[in-house]
């Protein structure tokens, strides 16, 4: 059986480990309990926070405990950022996120077996110590030389940070010491971008109780020139169906890049890195089928939504483009995908004209028209030929609904008065 550190290895998921080797002699001498946590910053996790969740299963898998935190303290003051101060949201706003947060983790990891994973609020214990003994016994293990050299505190030396944030690395720190001595957690997981908050974790736990621990960092998910993974045209990808549809997730993974879509499987998935390297050796001989494309948002909107939602996603995609019946698709499904690529509110008096200038298919009427005459405007799937034609012609899906599709790939939607 690989061992979790190699199998991570090959996945392309070890950025940095505080030693590799001590690490790999207490996983082998374990089981060991782990933890990872969450800052609810926001209603919802995203596609980044999914990356540790599927570390934290993965360690689960090869028989370690999992602790995930939800941040209800660390959430009320936020880690900081490059681009400058955090705007603090109000305590009943992050204790609502908590819970929200909270139904979410408990998606991805088990809580059953001998290393059934458990979920802690860090606002558990840090309402319980007051400042004095938290600057007397935390504060006292930081040298403020070392806060200072972290990059992200560097960075904003001259533009500006408040105490608040500065101080941020105390509490996470303090986690990871409570955890130790709460639970026995030896091994905080993270993003590399958290790699100087994971090492303080261990250094305050070896100033403070002598005790030795360790940090496991996961690389920052990167698009093909680089820059972050995560963010779609239309915003980030977001794991609640009510802030990102399921087809809407689904879509995001169907784009993903040919230079990287081997990666994010070995990453975001549990197929096994052999069998992904067979499906790119696969991609290379016809890239136009995508196919690594269809497994990976196949995988992970089930993995996210659940199996149906993936059939509905699958669905829909071959449906809006012409490869399936539109009217097999629930309304509710047919509207999350619309959502996406955008809807224009007419009746049915407008023309085709009309409408595929109102859905920004086209950027005029000339366009417009253009398009329509040159046989590359769609109805419902059907092919067009009278720009003026008007859209009560076609009968609406479900009563209201019209699917525009220009060429083969651009789509939007008009939705008409019930």
Not at 148 to 170: K, M, N, P, Q, W
Not at 208 to 217: I, M, N, R, V
Not at 247 to 262: C, M, P
Not at 303 to 332: I, K, Q
Request: glycine content about 8%; charged content about 20%.
């Amino acid at each position: 059986m690989t061992h979790v550190l190699d199998d991570l290895d090959a996945r392309g998921l070890l950025a940095h480990t505080t030693d590799a080797d001590a690490l790999r002699a207490a996983l082998d001498d374990g089981p060991i309990t782990y933890y990872v946590g969450f800052d609810p910053t926001a209603p919802s996790l995203h596609v980044g926070n999914l990356l540790q969740l599927l570390t934290a299963r993965r360690l689960q898998l090869a028989g370690h405990r999992p602790l995930i935190l939800v941040g209800g303290s660390t959430g009320l003051i936020g880690d900081p950022k490059q681009s400058g101060e955090r705007v603090m949201n109000s305590p009943e706003t992050v204790a609502s996120w908590v819970e929200r947060i909270r139904a979410q983790v408990e998606q991805f990891v088990s809580f059953e077996g001998d290393n059934a994973a458990t979920v802690v609020n860090n606002l558990d214990w840090t309402s319980q110590i007051n400042t004095i003994d938290f600057l007397r016994d935390i504060g006292k293990h930081f040298p403020v030389n070392r806060m200072l050299a972290r990059d992200v505190v560097s960075s904003r030396l001259e533009s500006g940070i408040s105490y608040t944030e500065f101080s941020y690395v105390l509490l996470q720190s303090l986690d990871f010491l409570e955890l130790y001595r709460r639970h026995g957690c030896v091994l905080q997981t993270g993003g590399s971008d958290q790699w100087g908050n994971l090492t303080a974790g261990v250094e305050l736990i070896r100033r403070s109780d002598g005790g030795k621990a360790h940090a496991l960092a996961t690389p920052l998910i990167t698009k093909a020139d680089g820059t972050k993974f995560g963010k779609t045209e239309s915003g980030t990808i977001w794991l609640d169906p009510e802030l990102m549809s399921p087809y809407a997730f689904h879509q995001a993974w169907i784009q993903a890049e040919d230079a990287k879509v081997g990666e994010y499987l070995k990453q975001f998935t549990f197929v096994p890195v052999d069998e992904v390297d067979a499906l790119m050796a696969e991609h290379a001989e016809a890239p136009g089928r995508r196919v690594p494309q269809r497994r990976l948002a196949r995988e992970l909107t089930t993995l996210v939504h659940g199996e149906a939602e993936a059939d509905a996603a699958e669905l829909a995609a071959t449906a809006l483009f012409g490869r399936g019946e539109l009217s097999d698709l629930p309304e509710s499904t047919l509207a999350a995908a619309l959502a996406g690529a955008g809807v224009a509110e007419l009746d049915g008096t407008a023309t085709i004209t009309d409408a595929l200038v109102a859905a920004g298919l086209s950027d005029s009427r000339s366009a417009a028209r253009r398009a329509v005459t040159e046989g590359g405007a769609y109805v419902n799937n059907v092919r067009v030929d009278d720009p003026e034609q008007t859209l009560a012609v076609t009968p609406a899906l479900h009563g209201s609904w019209i699917v525009l599709r220009r060429g083969k790939r651009q789509i939007a939607g008009v939705k008409l008065p019930a």
